[in-house]
């Protein structure tokens, strides 16, 4: 993976718990994949910015707030549709997967499939 040098506290705490997963569960992200993760960190990062910029303002008098907000719940958003379907990543804790060393797109092609056509295949 790449480097989180360029990334703030809340970016480097997203990538160190992505890859943390990733390798107790012995996936692998492609290429498209680590540009996903650090497009979600960058967001993350952003959204942590976001919050501090709110951090006291008087939100029912303040125009300004009002559209952070929007703003703020929006990356937030952004951000979990990038973990959860673009990276098929748990929004919770892990669950227990026999997929040990399949991608995370894989394990999403696989669970598409059975779907499509039925667990019993």
């Keep these: 993976m790449t480097s989180t040098t360029t990334l703030g506290p809340a970016g480097r705490r997203l990538w160190e718990a992505v890859d943390a997963y990733l390798v107790r569960e012995k996936l692998v992200l492609d290429e498209h994949e680590v540009v996903v993760l650090e497009l979600a960190a960058a967001t993350a990062d952003r959204v942590d910015q976001l919050g501090q910029a709110l951090t006291g303002m008087d939100i029912a008098s303040n125009a300004a707030a009002v559209r952070l907000m929007a703003e703020e719940r929006m990356q937030r958003k952004a951000?979990?549709?990038?973990?959860t379907t673009k990276l098929g990543l748990p929004s919770g804790i892990a669950a227990e997967t026999k997929d040990t060393g399949?991608?995370?797109r894989s394990r999403r092609a696989q669970k598409a499939a059975a779907v499509r056509w039925g667990a019993a295949g």
């Design 102 to 104: 399949r991608t995370p």
């Design 79 to 83: 951000l979990a549709e990038l973990l």
